[in-house]
Structure formats: C-alpha cells, structure tokens
Nanobody
Framework: QLQLEESGGGLVQPGGSLRLSCAAS????????IGWFRQAPGKEREGVSC????????NYADSVKGRFTISRDRAASTVYLQMNSLKPEDTGVYYC????????????????????WGQGTQVTVSS
C-alpha cells in the first residue's frame, strides 16, 4: 500500500546543490527506514544513504560522506537528501525505498530488504 515518489532532480553544474524529496502516500513513513539509491548508466544500483525510522541513525556511502545529508519530516511523511558539492560522478537516477526494521535506530544502504521503490528522479551533474 505504501507508495513513494521521488522529486527534485535536475541538471546542475559541478559544485552545485540539489535537494531530493521522497514523499509517501497511502501510509505514514513512521515505521520505516528509508534508503536513497542511485544508478548510473552501465552500472548497478548502489546505496547512497539511509535513515532509520526514528532518525537516530544515518549512514552514507563513502563517496558522498560529508557532501550529502539525509533527513526526515515525520509530519510531512517525507525524507530528504540534501546534496552539496556535486560531482559529475554523482550523475544517475536516484531512487528511494522503504524497509521495515525491528529497531528504530538502525538502517542499511544495502538494497536487500527494501521495498516500495519509487520511479526515480534524474540527477545530471555537468557543465
């Protein structure tokens, strides 16, 4: 029943910023950990970041650590990914997905276990 929709992608110059949104419909996101993933042309989908249901825990891929920040707004049932200092290698389709967890303070960037994938939003970093 949970449906997710990504938005906020677009074309940005290297060094620029974007904020992606992952909005839920049908159900609240309160019980779910949320992950952000991306897929570049010719590459497999990879984990970018995740946030636990309580927001007490977050994880980031080494490639984005220090540049990206994940957060969630419970009232709006939305998870955000603030992307700063963007690089061409950040280009790809960005997806969000949900995962039920037994701990509200845990999340993973592994694709295993995630469901309710959104349609994705294109991020292109180019001059």
């Amino acid at each position: 029943q949970l449906q997710l929709e990504e938005s906020g992608g677009g074309l940005v110059q290297p060094g620029g910023s974007l904020r992606l949104s992952c909005a839920a419909s049908g159900m609240t996101l309160a019980a779910y950990a949320i992950g952000w993933f991306r897929q570049a042309p010719g590459k497999e989908r990879e984990g970018v970041s995740c946030i636990s249901s309580s927001a007490r825990s977050t994880n980031y891929a080494d490639s984005v650590k220090g540049r990206f920040t994940i957060s969630r707004d419970r009232a709006a049932s939305t998870v955000y990914l603030q992307m700063n200092s963007l690089k061409p290698e950040d280009t790809g389709v960005y997806y969000c997905a949900a995962q039920l967890t037994i701990s509200s303070s845990w999340c993973t960037t592994s694709l295993v276990g995630f469901r309710s994938w959104g349609q994705g939003t294109q991020v292109t970093v180019s001059s």
